[in-house]
C-alpha cells in the first residue's frame, strides 16, 4: 500500500508539472499580451500609455523571452512562491489563502447536502425499485440535476431571497448566506449521488449474501444497515471524492452569480485579465486538490472494502 | 478503534465544521448603535471655518445626528486591499468610503475647490507650492503636515505605476509644517486638477507598522477604517467625530463598501434591500426595476466615451469622405432609446456638453443616410455590379468591425452599426472581443472600425482627452498613424495655458479639428444608471470624478 500511496505521488508531481506547463504556455500562445490588459486594468482603458507598458513589461519580467519567464515561474513555484498577480499587485498566494476557505466551506456544505438528500433518496429508490417512489426520485433527480446552475440559482434567488425574504441573494455577510449558493451547488449533484447510490444498493441485495443474511433471520433493518449500505458505500465513496475535487474549480458560476468571494470566481477573473501567475496558482490547487482527493478516495476505498487491493502492478 | 466508530467520528466532526462554516463573518446590516471609540486626537485643535470639500454641505448646526444608520453601497471592482501606496482601493477609499481625501477637490462643473489643501499656485515653469489646511487631523490624531504629504505621494512615486505618467511630478520639497513644493518633469498648469483625482489620496505614515508592514489607512476623511474582510472584498468605515470638516448632517454612522461584480447579482441585491447604493445594473433589467416602488432608478450621461476609430492605415478610410459617411449612416437616437434604454447620450461634439471645455458647436454627424451614400458614391464606393452591395476598385468591400467585450454597451452599439451599415449597402462583418484581442488586431492591421470606450476625465483637465486620442505621439494616434500638426500645437498650448478661459478654448479648436477629421469620433456618451434604495437621500452624480461619490451628507430615511 505505502508503495502504492508514494507511486501515485510521485505521477501526482507529474500531472501538476504537466497541466501547469499547458496552461502557462496555451496562455501566451492566445491573442494579445498581459502588460496591455494590466494597463488597461490600470486605466480603465483610457490611456494605453506606451511607457506605462514597457515599465509593466519590465517589473514583470514580460520583456523577457517566454521560455525565461517559465523557467523563473518554476524556480518560485518550487519555493512556493507563485508570484504577484498582475491585476492585484499582491502575491498569488495570499489571494489564496484568502479565497480557498470560501470555496472549501461552500464547496463542503454542498456535498454534505448532496449526501444527505442522495444517499437516503438512492437507498429508497433501491428499495422501491420500479415502484412509484423509485420512477419519481429518478425522475425528479434527472430533472433538477439538468438544469443548468445559473438558472436554479436565478429560481432559488426569485422564490428564497426576493419573495420569501429567508436568505440575502448574494455575498458572505451572513450565516444564511451560505444556503442558496451551497443547494444550487448541490442540486447539481444531487442526482448523480442517488443514482450510484441506488445502483450501489441493487448491486448488493443481489448479492448471495444477502439471500443467506435473509435464511438466516436477520433484522430487516440490521441486514439493510450492517450488510447491504455498507457494502454499496464504497461505489459512493468515489463519487464523493469526484465532486469534492470537481467542486475547486467547478464553483465558478455559482461563485459569480451569488458574488460568493471564493477560488472559482479568483479564477474567472485570472482568465478574462490574462493574470497568468493567478491562473497557474488556481491551476495547480485546483489539479493537486483532485489528484489529492483521487489518491485519498483509492486509500479510503480499499479501507472500506478490505477485498480491494493496490500492488505495484 | 473499531472503523464504525471512526465513520461516526468523522460524521460528526464535518457536520460541525459545516456549522461552524456557516457562521459567517456575522455583519449586521440595518440600524446599530454607532461606535464610540474613536481616539483621542492628540492635537485637539477645533476644525477650521474654512471651507468644506466639494463633497460636503455646510455644516449643519441644527442637532447633531444619532448616526445609528448602515449605508451599504455595492462597487463593481473587486477590493483586495487598501495600501494606496500600492494603489489599492484608492478609488473606494476616496469616493464611496470617504476614508481618504486629496489637497484639491473639483466640483459638478470640474471647478478645483479647496479641500486637503487651501492655497496652490504655480511657482515657475515646472514648480508648484500647495499650502495645507490648518488644524486637519488623521484618523489616529495625528496632524496631517507637509512631511505626511510628501511621505505618501514620494511612496507612490516608487510603487504605483501610473503616479508619474499621470501627475509628472518629479520631486517634492517640504518647505515648512503646511506647505510643499512640487517639482515636474515637463510644464503643466493642471497639476491642481490631477491632485484631485483618486491619484493624489493622502494617508498617513502611521498606517504601516514599525517594521514597515501596511497595518490599517489612516486618512482625514469623513468616515474613518474600522474593518475589512478581504476574502469577502467588504470594507466598513466609521464616522469621524473629529473631522475638520464638521458636520455633514447624516445620520449615517457607518458606511459598508462591498464588491459585487457581476451587474445581474447587484440587481438583485438592490432589489432585495441588501444594498443602498449600486451603479450598472444590466440594460435589460432597467424597466423592471423603475417599476419598483422602494428602488429609485436614475440615468447620468457620464465623460466617458464610446468612441469610433477609423484605421487611416486603411485605403479608402484614408478619404474623409467614407469616414464621414460611416458616421452620418448611425442612427444613434434609435441606438440610445432601444438598445442603451435611454442610458447615456448623443453627442453634440467629442465631449459631453456638460463640460465647460466641450466644443458642441461642430457637425455633430447627426443621421443622415441619403448624405452618407452621396459621400460614398462621390468617394468612388459604389454597386456597380448591381447585386445590393457597394465595391471599391471594383472589388466588394466587407468592413471588419471590432470592439471589446469589456463594456456592455460597445457589443450592442457595433451590431446597430452592422445594420445601419447593411442599409447603404455596405458588408461588414463584427468582432467582439477581450480587450488585449483588440490591441492584437490594431497592431496587426486586421479591421477597419474599432468601436471603444475612453474616460474623458480620467484625469479631469482639458488637455488630457486630446493627449489619450488625438496627439501624434500618444500611443492610439500612433497605432494608426494619426497627426494633426495643428491640432498637435494646439494641445500644447492647452497643456501649458494658465489661463481658464483661454486653455478651454484651446482645446475646444483642437476639437473641432478633430470632429473634421472623423478619425476618432464620439459615437455615443456613456451612461450611469443608478439603483438605490428609495430611503436614500444626499446622492447625486458629478461627471467629474473616477467612478461615483457618494457624498459625506448622504444619508437614509427612517
Known amino acids: 500500500m505505502l508503495k502504492y500511496i508514494v507511486k501515485r505521488l ?49 517589473r514583470f519580467d514580460l520583456d523577457k523571452p517566454v521560455y525565461v519567464q517559465y523557467f523563473n515561474w518554476l524556480l518560485g513555484v518550487f519555493r512556493m512562491d507563485f508570484g504577484i498577480s498582475y491585476r492585484y499587485n499582491m502575491p498569488v498566494m495570499d489571494m489564496i489563502k484568502a479565497r480557498l476557505p470560501n470555496t472549501a466551506r461552500l464547496g463542503l456544505t454542498a456535498v454534505f447536502l448532496s449526501a444527505l438528500i442522495g444517499i437516503p433518496l438512492g437507498v429508497l429508490s433501491a428499495l422501491r425499485q420500479n415502484r412509484l417512489l423509485d420512477h419519481t426520485s429518478r425522475v425528479a433527480t434527472l430533472f433538477i440535476g439538468s438544469v443548468p446552475g445559473f438558472l436554479s440559482g436565478l429560481v432559488l434567488i426569485i422564490i428564497f431571497s426576493l419573495k420569501l425574504k429567508w436568505f440575502p441573494t448574494s455575498g458572505m455577510k451572513t450565516a444564511g448566506s451560505i444556503v442558496l449558493p451551497a443547494v444550487t451547488l448541490a442540486l447539481g449533484m444531487v442526482a448523480t449521488t442517488t443514482r450510484m447510490m441506488r445502483t450501489g444498493m441493487l448491486d448488493v441485495l443481489r448479492q448471495d449474501f444477502m439471500v443467506v443474511a435473509k435464511a438466516k433471520g436477520i433484522r430487516r433493518s440490521s441486514m439493510l444497515v450492517s450488510h447491504a449500505f455498507r457494502n454499496a458505500l464504497p461505489s459512493i465513496v468515489t463519487v464523493i471524492g469526484l465532486q469534492i475535487g470537481h467542486i475547486l474549480g467547478g464553483s465558478v458560476l455559482v461563485e459569480t452569480i451569488f458574488a460568493w468571494p471564493g477560488l472559482g470566481s479568483l479564477l474567472n477573473d485570472a482568465v478574462s485579465n490574462r493574470d497568468t501567475p493567478m491562473l497557474e496558482g488556481c491551476v495547480i490547487l485546483i489539479t493537486f486538490g483532485y489528484t489529492a482527493i483521487n489518491l485519498l478516495v483509492d486509500v479510503v476505498y480499499a479501507w472500506l472494502d478490505p477485498r480491494v487491493k493496490y500492488t505495484e502492478g | 478503534m473499531k472503523k464504525k466508530t471512526i465513520v461516526r467520528i468523522l460524521t460528526v466532526l464535518l457536520a460541525l465544521a459545516l456549522f461552524a462554516g456557516c457562521a459567517g463573518t456575522g455583519e449586521t446590516t440595518g440600524t446599530e448603535p454607532p461606535k464610540t471609540n474613536t481616539p483621542a486626537p492628540a492635537n485637539t485643535a477645533a476644525p477650521t471655518n474654512a471651507p468644506a470639500p466639494a463633497n460636503t454641505p455646510a455644516p449643519a448646526e441644527a442637532k447633531p445626528a444619532a448616526r445609528d444608520k448602515v449605508l451599504r453601497i455595492a462597487i463593481t471592482s473587486v477590493l483586495t486591499g487598501l495600501d494606496v501606496t500600492h494603489g489599492q482601493g484608492s478609488t473606494q477609499m476616496l469616493e464611496q468610503a470617504n476614508m481618504l481625501e486629496t489637497l484639491t477637490v473639483l466640483d459638478k462643473n470640474f471647478n478645483v475647490l479647496p479641500c486637503l489643501a487651501t492655497e496652490w499656485k504655480r511657482t515657475g515653469e515646472k514648480t508648484w507650492e500647495f499650502r495645507l489646511r490648518e488644524g486637519v487631523l488623521f484618523h489616529d490624531g495625528t496632524p496631517l503636515t507637509a512631511d505626511a504629504v510628501k511621505w505618501c505621494l514620494d511612496e507612490k512615486s516608487k510603487y504605483v505605476d501610473t503616479y508619474a505618467a499621470y501627475t509628472q511630478i518629479e520631486s517634492i520639497d517640504v518647505i515648512d509644517d503646511l506647505t510643499l513644493r512640487f517639482n515636474t518633469s515637463e510644464p503643466t498648469s493642471e497639476l491642481a486638477n490631477v491632485l484631485a483625482s483618486q491619484i493624489g489620496t493622502i494617508m498617513a505614515p502611521t498606517s504601516f507598522k514599525a517594521d514597515g508592514t501596511f497595518d490599517k489607512p489612516i486618512g482625514t476623511g469623513c468616515y474613518m477604517y ?146 452618407a451614400m452621396q459621400l460614398l458614391d462621390e468617394a468612388g464606393i459604389k454597386d456597380s455590379d448591381g447585386d445590393g452591395w457597394r465595391e471599391y476598385n471594383g472589388e466588394n468591400l466587407e468592413l471588419v468591425l471590432i470592439t471589446m467585450t469589456f463594456r456592455p454597451g460597445c457589443p450592442l452599439i457595433l451590431q446597430a452599426m452592422q445594420q445601419y451599415y447593411e442599409e447603404i449597402g455596405l458588408k461588414s462583418v463584427t468582432k467582439i472581443v477581450e480587450y488585449s484581442t483588440v490591441t492584437q488586431m490594431r497592431n496587426d492591421n486586421e479591421y477597419d472600425l474599432n468601436l471603444s470606450s475612453a474616460s474623458a476625465t480620467y484625469v479631469p483637465t482639458a488637455s488630457y482627452y486630446l493627449s489619450s486620442l488625438y496627439w501624434s505621439e500618444g500611443s492610439n494616434a500612433q497605432t494608426i498613424g494619426y497627426k494633426n500638426e495643428k491640432l498637435d500645437e494646439l494641445y500644447l498650448e492647452c497643456l501649458a495655458e494658465d489661463d481658464l478661459q483661454k486653455k478651454y478654448a484651446l482645446a475646444k479648436e483642437a476639437q473641432a479639428l478633430a470632429q473634421e477629421d472623423a478619425v476618432f469620433t464620439t459615437v455615443m456618451l456613456y451612461g450611469a444608471v443608478f439603483i438605490n434604495s428609495a430611503k436614500v437621500t444626499g446622492f447625486d452624480y458629478s461627471p467629474a470624478v473616477h467612478d461615483f461619490i457618494v457624498p459625506n451628507s448622504t444619508d437614509l430615511m427612517d
Open chain 1, 10 to 58: 510521485l505521477v501526482m508531481l507529474l500531472v501538476l508539472w504537466a497541466v501547469s506547463t499547458m496552461t502557462y504556455f496555451m496562455v501566451h500562445v492566445t491573442p494579445g499580451d498581459a502588460a496591455t490588459a494590466i494597463v488597461f486594468n490600470l486605466t480603465g482603458g483610457t490611456n494605453m500609455d506606451e511607457e506605462l507598458i514597457e515599465r509593466i513589461n519590465k
Open chain 2, 226 to 371: 474600522d474593518s475589512f474582510d478581504v476574502s469577502a472584498s467588504i470594507l466598513t468605515a466609521v464616522f469621524f467625530d473629529q473631522y475638520w470638516g464638521g458636520d455633514p448632517g447624516t445620520s449615517v454612522g457607518k458606511r459598508v463598501v462591498v464588491s459585487i461584480p457581476d451587474a445581474s447579482t447587484r440587481s438583485l441585491a438592490a432589489i432585495n434591500g441588501e444594498v443602498d447604493i449600486m451603479m450598472d445594473a444590466p440594460f435589460s433589467e432597467l424597466a423592471n426595476l423603475e417599476q419598483d416602488t422602494n428602488l429609485s432608478v436614475s440615468k447620468f450621461t457620464t465623460t466617458r466615451t464610446y468612441y469610433l476609430e477609423q484605421n487611416i492605415r486603411k485605403e479608402y478610410l484614408q478619404d474623409v469622405r467614407v469616414r464621414r459617411a460611416l458616421l452620418y449612416a448611425i442612427d444613434r437616437q434609435t441606438i440610445l432609446d432601444s438598445l442603451l434604454m435611454g442610458v447615456g447620450g448623443v453627442p453634440q461634439g467629442i465631449l459631453d456638453a456638460s463640460m465647460p471645455w466641450a466644443n458642441t458647436d461642430v457637425d455633430p454627424y447627426a443621421y443622415d443616410p441619403a448624405k
